[in-house]
Structure formats: structure tokens, C-alpha cells
T-cell receptor
Framework: GENVEQHPSTLSVQEGDSAVIKCTYS??????FPWYKQELGKRPQLIID?????GEKKDQRIAVTLNKTAKHFSLHITETQPEDSAVYFC????????????FGGGTRLMVKP | SAVISQKPSRDICQRGTSLTIQCQVD?????MFWYRQQPGQSLTLIAT?????????ESGFVIDKFPISRPNLTFSTLTVSNMSPEDSSIYLC?????????????FGEGSRLTVL
């Protein structure tokens, strides 16, 4: 089955700096790569996703890149703000085989004011 | 999006007992899943809840320990049987909405179980 590795496990940045979180996956059949943000005590919520036919996607201060050959994808947050502080999870799935997501281990992002 | 209601939101249970968690969605759903999130950890898929048939379990999870029902498209239950302290976790219902079919999963608020 799919295995998703995520790094780093914790990340501390100064407000206004950029943050980058990286993930690798093992199953070359995976074709959908979402990123979820989970604030303390809350449910995970989708912030951005990318499919295997696209190399990069951007939504305001967040962007995701995908390298299918190397089987890795990354989340980039620019101009970080204290409200970006949360745990971020990458995930992968094969939409042609049931849609269940396999999650990375998570990154705890702390943005210091 | 949709409203995904889970009950109970939290409970404290005694070792050896069983607890059933309910998940109700207010929109049509294609896929339903149950995930477990142990304290400070990631989300691990327990099983896919299949409408009208037995759930499909992931490696390490068995029907006797985590029986699942899905009698219709928008409702499912997960039972945690014969609980031990190791079962203390947040259990999350997750769905793909029929109106979207993008692969995006929406999560319920979770049910936080503490087993003493």
C-alpha cells in the first residue's frame, strides 16, 4: 500500500517568513495530493490540493508543487502569520482505487510574532 | 461543503466496555471512511464503510474489534469493542461528497475517547 513520509515534524518560523513542508510517497499510482490544516482541537480541513497532471498550484499565500518522477510534493506558505500556526498533514490517494487518503506524519508549524 | 455530525463528541469509558460512535451527513455521500488519530499523531485509516455490506478494513484493524455499519448512504456507525487504554484516541468520520467527487475528504469533528 501507499506510504507517505513528511518532514519536518516541527517547524518554527518568524512571522513574515516562508515555511516549506515536504512529503514523499511510495505508490506511483497515486494521483491526488491534498494538504490539510488541523488547528488544536479541531477537525482537519483541506487548504489546497494538486493532481498528478499538474506540477504546481497556488492559492494566495499557499502553493503546492509536485514532482511525479521523484514522487515528492511540497507545501509552501509565504508571509506567514500567527494564525498559520497549526499541524499540517500531507496525504496521497489513488482516485481510481477507492479514494482513501494515506496521511503523512504531520508538521507542527509555529509562527512567532 | 456539508454538515458531518458525530456523536458522542467525547466520552470516558471503562476498560472492557464497548462504545458506538455515530456519523450522520446532511448531503449525499459516495465514500465514507473511519480514521483514528492517537494523541499527537497522524490520521490512520481504520476502514472504508460500505453501504449495505461489510466494511473493508486496513491492515491491523479487524471487524471483531471495530465493527462498522453503514445502513444507508449518509449514516455510519463505528463500535470500539472491549476497550483498553490503548484505544484512547480521536475517531474521525470522513466522507467524499457526491456533489463534488473530487477526491477531497471532509471530516467530522471527531469523537474523543478516553479509556480508563
Amino acid at each position: 500500500g501507499e506510504n507517505v513520509e513528511q518532514h519536518p515534524s516541527t517547524l518554527s518560523v518568524q512571522e513574515g517568513d516562508s515555511a516549506v513542508i515536504k512529503c514523499t510517497y511510495s505508490d506511483s499510482a497515486s494521483n491526488y495530493f491534498p494538504w490539510y490544516k488541523q488547528e488544536l482541537g479541531k477537525r482537519p480541513q483541506l487548504i489546497i490540493d494538486i493532481r498528478s497532471n499538474v506540477g504546481e498550484k497556488k492559492d494566495q499565500r499557499i502553493a503546492v508543487t509536485l514532482n511525479k518522477t521523484a514522487k515528492h510534493f511540497s507545501l509552501h506558505i509565504t508571509e506567514t502569520q500567527p494564525e498559520d500556526s497549526a499541524v499540517y498533514f500531507c496525504a496521497a490517494s489513488n482516485n481510481n482505487a477507492g479514494n482513501m487518503l494515506t496521511f503523512g506524519g504531520g508538521t507542527r508549524l509555529m509562527v512567532k510574532p | 461543503s456539508a454538515v458531518i455530525s458525530q456523536k458522542p463528541s467525547r466520552d470516558i469509558c471503562q476498560r472492557g466496555t464497548s462504545l458506538t460512535i455515530q456519523c450522520q451527513v446532511d448531503s449525499q455521500v459516495t465514500m465514507m471512511f473511519w480514521y483514528r488519530q492517537q494523541p499527537g499523531q497522524s490520521l490512520t485509516l481504520i476502514a472504508t464503510a460500505n453501504q449495505g455490506s461489510e466494511a473493508t478494513y486496513e491492515s491491523g484493524f479487524v471487524i471483531d474489534k471495530f465493527p462498522i455499519s453503514r445502513p444507508n448512504l449518509t449514516f455510519s456507525t463505528l463500535t470500539v469493542s472491549n476497550m483498553s487504554p490503548e484505544d484512547s484516541s480521536i475517531y474521525l468520520c470522513s466522507v467524499e461528497l457526491a456533489a463534488r467527487r473530487t477526491g477531497e475528504l471532509f471530516f467530522g469533528e471527531g469523537s474523543r475517547l478516553t479509556v480508563l
